[in-house]
């Protein structure tokens, strides 16, 4: 992928709409009011934020839920720019370097979408900028121009945080 170059992502990475839990597989198509992971995932998407409450609300087991594509709610909320429901899910367990199935962590997605507030909120939660995916790119390798200096900043007082 070489550097500077922002991540694809097709549609099929992200959110999976045919990835559905098994307590699913009994109910008819539906109404928004499914608290499946598939609606968790939409509702952070969508950035809607009365959804994702009601659905963490109803099913709390959902926030752990990975779809085919090895996508955590953390890698949705980073790709998708919401930081408050990243740091939402992040505070209820979600792994803040899990990997997808390229290898990719949050910070991955959040870098290459640009999303400064996002890499704030992975930073705080101790992700690893400097993790390499499956292509053997960074978060930093991948990133827009926009948000260059701040991941710079940012694993720098990781580094410095990690001598202490």
Not at 6 to 16: E, I, L, N, Q
Not at 50 to 66: G, P
Request: glycine fraction near 8%.
């Amino acid at each position: 992928m070489g550097g500077n170059r922002r991540k694809v992502v097709s549609a099929s990475s992200r959110r999976d709409d045919s990835d559905t839990d098994e307590s699913e597989s009994g109910s008819s198509g539906s109404s928004g009011s499914s608290t499946s992971q598939v609606s968790l995932f939409g509702a952070i998407e969508d950035g809607d934020a009365d959804a994702f409450a009601r659905i963490l609300l109803e099913d709390a087991a959902s926030v752990t839920h990975v779809n085919k594509n090895g996508w955590t709610a953390a890698h949705q909320a980073a790709y998708s720019g919401e930081h408050k429901m990243l740091k939402r899910v992040l505070e209820l367990g979600v792994d803040v370097d899990a990997r997808c199935v390229d290898g990719c962590v949050a910070a991955h997605y959040a870098s290459a979408q640009g999303e400064k507030k996002c890499l704030k909120v992975l930073a705080e939660a101790g992700s690893n900028l400097e993790t390499k995916d499956d292509d053997h790119e960074t978060p930093l390798d991948v990133c827009t121009q926009g948000c260059r200096e701040l991941l710079a900043d940012l694993i720098i007082e990781a580094r410095a945080a990690r001598k202490k």
